[in-house]
C-alpha cells in the first residue's frame, strides 16, 4: 500500500502552507495542462493571491484560479493586493510594508516568514541551489553532487528585481535592502538539480543540515537558497532557468507524481476533485 503526504487540512488555513499549496496548484496544473474551470479559493488574506502572482510572474487573471478574500481585511490593502497583482507583470509594494495605513501587509508578512507548522510535502525530483556570494562553493557542490545530478550549471549576476521574485515577503526596508545588496553584490551560481536514484531527503532537512556542516553564520549569509517545498522549487526553476528549461525537465523527471502532488494541493486548498468527461 502507498501512503500519501498528509496535506494540512483547508480548515486549518495555515499561513505559510496555504499560498504555498495555491503556487504549487497553479504551477502544476500549467504544466500537466490541465485545464478546465477556474476553482475559487478561500485566502487567509489579500496579499496571498499577489503572492502567488509575483512569485511566477503570471497576472492574476491567468492563474487559473479565483481567490476568495476574507471580510477582516480593509478594502484599501484588498485592492492594492489586487491591482498589483492584476498587473503584467504583477507589481512589488516595496520597501512599504511597515509603512502603509494599515497593518494587513506587514501582519501578512511576519506570518508568512515565522516559523512554519511541519507539512509533510509530496515528493518532487527536481530542485534548484542558488550558491550565495561568498559561500565555500567547491564544497556545496560536492556535497550537493552525492545526493543530486546537476542538470544546468550556469553562473548569473542578480539584478533587484530576481531577489525580489524569490523573497517577495521579506519585509522590514533595512533587511529588504541589505538582502538585495548582498544577492545582487557579486556573481551567484545557479544549479538546476534531480534527486539521485529515486531519493528525496525533506528539503528543509537537508538544507539546514548542509548549512549547518559548513558553517552558515546567519539568516542571510547562509551560503544557499533552496526551497523548502516543492511549489517553490517548480518557481524557482521558472523563475532562474526559464519556462522552457522547466517544463522539458518536467515532463522528463516529474511527470508521474503529478497526480498525488496536485490531489495534495486540491485537498489543502479546498478545491474539489474534476469530475471525469461525461459524468454526471
Not at 496548484?25 to 485545464?35: F, K, S
Not at 544546468?152 to 521579506?170: C, H
Not at 518536467?250 to 498525488?260: F, I, Q, S
Request: glycine share 8%; charged share 20%; hydrophobic share 45%.
Amino acid at each position: 500500500m502507498t501512503t500519501r503526504p498528509a496535506p494540512p487540512a483547508a480548515g486549518c488555513r495555515p499561513a505559510r502552507s496555504l499560498p504555498q499549496a495555491l503556487l504549487g496548484y497553479v504551477l502544476e496544473t500549467r504544466l500537466a495542462r490541465a485545464g478546465g474551470e477556474a476553482p475559487e479559493v478561500a485566502l487567509n488574506s489579500p496579499w496571498d493571491l499577489w503572492w502567488v502572482a509575483f512569485r511566477t510572474a503570471i497576472p492574476a487573471g491567468q492563474l487559473g484560479v479565483t481567490g476568495r478574500v476574507p471580510g477582516a481585511f480593509c478594502t484599501a490593502c484588498a485592492d492594492d493586493a489586487s491591482e498589483m497583482a492584476a498587473a503584467d507583470p504583477p507589481r512589488h509594494p516595496g520597501m512599504t510594508a511597515g509603512r502603509r495605513a494599515c497593518g494587513c501587509l506587514l501582519d501578512w508578512a511576519v506570518r508568512m516568514r515565522a516559523p512554519a507548522a511541519p507539512v509533510t510535502w509530496p515528493a518532487l525530483p527536481l530542485t534548484l541551489a542558488l550558491i550565495k556570494p561568498g559561500a565555500p562553493a567547491q564544497a556545496l557542490r560536492a556535497r550537493l553532487q552525492r545526493t543530486h545530478k546537476i542538470l544546468q550549471d550556469r553562473e548569473e549576476t542578480l539584478a533587484t528585481a530576481d531577489v525580489r521574485r524569490l523573497y517577495p515577503e521579506a519585509y522590514g526596508a533595512a533587511f529588504v535592502g541589505a538582502v538585495d545588496a548582498f544577492l545582487t553584490r557579486a556573481p551567484v551560481q545557479i544549479l538546476v538539480l534531480r534527486w539521485r536514484d529515486g531519493g528525496h531527503d525533506d528539503p528543509a532537512l537537508f538544507k539546514r543540515r548542509l548549512r549547518q556542516d559548513l558553517g552558515a553564520t546567519d539568516g542571510m549569509r547562509n551560503h544557499l537558497h533552496m526551497a523548502d517545498n516543492p511549489a517553490e522549487a517548480l518557481a524557482d526553476i521558472r523563475h532562474l532557468a526559464g519556462q522552457d528549461m522547466l517544463a522539458g525537465l518536467y515532463e522528463r523527471h516529474a511527470r508521474d507524481g503529478t497526480a498525488d502532488r496536485l490531489a495534495f494541493y486540491r485537498t489543502a486548498l479546498g478545491i474539489r476533485e474534476p469530475r471525469p468527461h461525461g459524468g454526471a
